[in-house]
């Protein structure tokens, strides 16, 4: 037994951390940030690092300094029941339900459609390919013991030499000003605001709660079994992985800003980044593209499809084997991509603007505890109203789910009252209101 890895070692387990959290969005939603944000592009770029970095990181601390096995122990804090409920909606919106099928269709819609041939019908090119992406899945998920070589040492390796290509290419021949450049309307003002609610879509925060059991396993396996050694090396990982996903993260979101002194503001950020990749490497721009975007899918469905499968297995160890739970939800994520990635969002988001909050409470009730006692009713209650402050904010976001369970009237008016409305951040003050409560309300014997 060893109490720490070697410099290769740690340096392999951050490049598995960073490959399993960059996947396609983000690639994407910086560049489009920085589009949108132009001159304001550094405090919005501040507020995207907030949630896409610097929560994704504490959750990773949380993880480790709490010596937690996963999200099901770290969540059993607020109650047994809850737990189970979490950690199951957790890794299914963000495995096989909605991000594991998003992985197929975006790199599909993002490098593939801008290639395919007059006359062929895009369902069945959609078809074919999610077929491909597929059994690539199931390959490589039968293999969990192999993830590290196959994300961290080598998949994740290429991505980064396809990223630091077009980054070095684009500072060394930037096409205008950042500063020269309008931003839109939602970023004249409260861009910092706008930054942070965006790096909701990147959904790392959620993520570094699901992807502790594979970093956590990974280096049981290569020999540290200490539980303190293993909370300090996933705390080193991610404090190393975050830091580097950070300083790419700054320079899409400047490429972005760059690029509306050439080009028009993109509709999104897959085709903002089409239209970069042609712009520096001309014909092989759309293929640059095509391999990029397909990596950092491919690598990020394998951690969702292994880390689903090996929390369900010891989960539920009566139902299924970790074999078995791969092939179902990789054929509920092959089934899911063929609807379209339009329609994968739509019923996604919801559920993922509900989940943010909880995850982000958590995170933060969890180092509260180490530094400082945390009782378990503050658990509850802060987990009570943040769920009900997520849940005005997703109706206030999604007004056609306002409208399907009849709740304009409560949306009207948390729209008024509620501190923070204006944001979609009711969560937060809903936050501190459970905290405020459970500390006024006397302990129990």
């Known amino acids: 037994m060893k109490n720490r890895l070697t410099f290769i070692e740690t340096l392999s387990v951050t490049s598995l951390l960073f490959g399993l959290f960059f996947g396609s969005g983000n690639l994407i939603f910086p560049v489009s940030l920085g589009q949108m944000a132009g001159a304001n592009v550094g405090a919005a770029s501040a507020g995207f690092l907030v949630t896409?970095?610097?929560?994704?990181?504490?959750?990773?601390?949380?993880?480790?300094?709490?010596?937690?096995?996963?999200?099901?122990?770290?969540?059993?804090?607020?109650?047994?029941a809850y737990s189970i409920f979490f950690t199951c909606a957790l890794y299914l919106s963000i495995g096989p339900l909605f991000v594991a099928p998003r992985?197929?269709?975006?790199?599909?819609?993002?490098?593939?459609?801008?290639?395919?041939p007059a006359g062929v019908n895009p369902r069945l090119a959609l078809f074919?390919?999610?077929?491909?992406?597929?059994?690539?899945?199931?390959?490589?998920?039968?293999?969990?013991?192999?993830?590290?070589?196959?994300?961290?040492?080598?998949?994740?390796?290429?991505?980064?030499?396809?990223?630091?290509?077009?980054?070095?290419?684009?500072?060394?021949?930037?096409?205008?000003?950042?500063?020269?450049?309008?931003?839109?309307?939602?970023?004249?003002a409260g861009a910092f605001a706008r930054g942070v609610l965006e790096g909701?879509?990147?959904?790392?925060?959620?993520?570094?709660?699901?992807?502790?059991?594979?970093v956590i396993n990974v280096i049981r396996d290569l020999g540290v079994s200490d539980p303190d050694a293993v909370a300090a090396s996933v705390i080193k990982a991610g404090v190393f992985s975050c830091a580097f996903m950070g300083l790419i993260y700054v320079a899409?979101?400047?490429?972005?800003?760059?690029?509306?002194?050439?080009?028009?503001?993109?509709?999104?950020?897959?085709?903002?980044?089409?239209?970069?990749?042609?712009?520096?490497?001309?014909?092989?721009?759309?293929?640059?593209?095509?391999?990029?975007?397909?990596?950092?899918?491919?690598?990020?469905?394998?951690?969702?499809?292994?880390?689903?499968?090996?929390?369900?297995?010891?989960?539920?160890?009566?139902?299924?084997?970790y074999n078995k739970w791969v092939v179902l939800f990789c054929c509920i994520s092959f089934g899911l991509a063929n609807l379209g990635l339009s329609t994968i969002i739509k019923f996604s988001l919801p559920i993922l603007l509900t989940l943010y909050p909880l995850a982000i409470t958590l995170?933060?009730?969890?180092?509260?505890?180490?530094?400082?006692?945390?009782?378990?009713?503050?658990?509850?209650?802060?987990?009570?109203?943040?769920?009900?402050?997520?849940?005005?904010?997703?109706?206030c976001m999604m007004s056609d789910l306002a409208k399907l369970f009849h709740a304009q009237s409560l949306v009207s008016w948390a729209s008024r009252v509620m501190p923070m409305?204006?944001?979609?951040?009711?969560?937060?003050?809903?936050?501190?209101?459970?905290?405020?409560?459970?500390?006024?309300?006397?302990?129990?014997?």
């Not at 929560?55 to 709490?66: E, I, Y």
């Not at 909701?200 to 594979?214: E, H, K, Q, R, S």
């Open 52 to 80: 896409a970095v610097g929560m994704p990181l504490l959750g990773v601390v949380a993880l480790g300094l709490s010596k937690c096995d996963g999200v099901r122990e770290l969540s059993s804090k607020v109650g047994r």
């Open 103 to 116: 992985c197929i269709t975006v790199p599909f819609d993002v490098g593939v459609v801008p290639m395919l």
């Open 128 to 188: 074919v390919f999610s077929a491909a992406m597929f059994a690539a899945l199931l390959w490589f998920s039968l293999r969990p013991s192999g993830i590290l070589t196959w994300v961290g040492r080598v998949l994740n390796p290429m991505l980064l030499v396809m990223l630091g290509w077009l980054i070095v290419t684009s500072l060394l021949k930037p096409m205008g000003s950042a500063s020269a450049i309008t931003p839109e309307k939602a970023y004249a």
């Open 200 to 214: 909701y879509n990147t959904m790392d925060t959620v993520a570094a709660l699901a992807f502790g059991i594979i």
């Open 252 to 321: 899409m979101t400047y490429l972005g800003a760059q690029s509306r002194a050439v080009y028009p503001l993109a509709e999104n950020g897959g085709l903002a980044l089409g239209v970069i990749s042609r712009h520096y490497f001309t014909g092989f721009g759309a293929i640059f593209l095509a391999l990029t975007v397909l990596l950092a899918c491919l690598k990020t469905a394998i951690g969702l499809i292994v880390s689903n499968a090996q929390t369900f297995a010891i989960m539920f160890p009566n139902a299924m084997s």
């Open 363 to 395: 995170i933060l009730m969890t180092l509260w505890e180490h530094f400082h006692s945390c009782p378990k009713k503050t658990f509850v209650f802060v987990t009570l109203f943040t769920a009900a402050g997520a849940v005005l904010d997703t109706l």
């Open 421 to 445: 409305a204006s944001y979609n951040m009711i969560w937060i003050p809903a936050a501190l209101a459970g905290l405020i409560v459970s500390l006024l309300l006397p302990n129990r014997r």
